[in-house]
């Protein structure tokens, strides 16, 4: 089972406290997939935020790969946050360990701790807005080649 430690690395937990950590290791689930598997199909219901323990993911939209996600990534909150289907496909590139907390553990932490709860997902937030912000970014370079 993965440790508290290697947890706190990632964003989402940023602000926790290990003793924090601990007590939602529990809800979550880990799981291991091939080289070239799908873990979200896009367009397909998806109610789990993954976090990268080991290997390799590609992200596509439309079979156009817009990016790869390594150890100490995250994907999947897009969906868990506004319960939506895939808005992209995920596709193991390697062996491949992540842990995953579905929507339903979320609601766990809520009635476990509503401050940890809030912490999550104002993290949650700050991490969807990273990434908007890079899509911004790469969207501008594009913008001669748009016009």
């Not at 950590?21 to 529990?26: K, S």
């Not at 506004?82 to 992540?98: E, L, R």
């Not at 609601?107 to 999550?120: G, N, P, S, T």
């Amino acid at each position: 089972m993965v440790q508290p430690e290697t947890l706190l690395k990632y964003s989402l937990f940023g602000g926790l406290l290990k003793e924090q950590v601990e007590a939602i290791i529990p809800l979550m689930q880990e799981e291991k997939y091939e080289p070239n598997e799908f873990i979200i199909t896009e367009g397909n219901p998806n109610d789990k935020i993954f976090f990268i323990i080991e290997g390799q993911v590609s992200v596509s939209k439309r079979d156009v790969q817009l990016s790869l996600f390594s150890e100490g990534e995250a994907f999947g909150e897009m969906e868990v946050l506004d319960i939506m289907p895939a808005i992209a496909s995920i596709k193991t590139t390697s062996q491949v360990t992540v842990m995953s907390i579905s929507n339903k553990a979320l609601r766990e932490i809520y009635k476990m701790d509503v401050k940890v709860f809030a912490l999550i997902i104002m993290n949650l937030a700050r991490d969807v807005c990273r990434r908007l912000c890079k899509t911004d970014e790469k969207l501008a370079s594009l913008q001669p080649i748009l016009l």
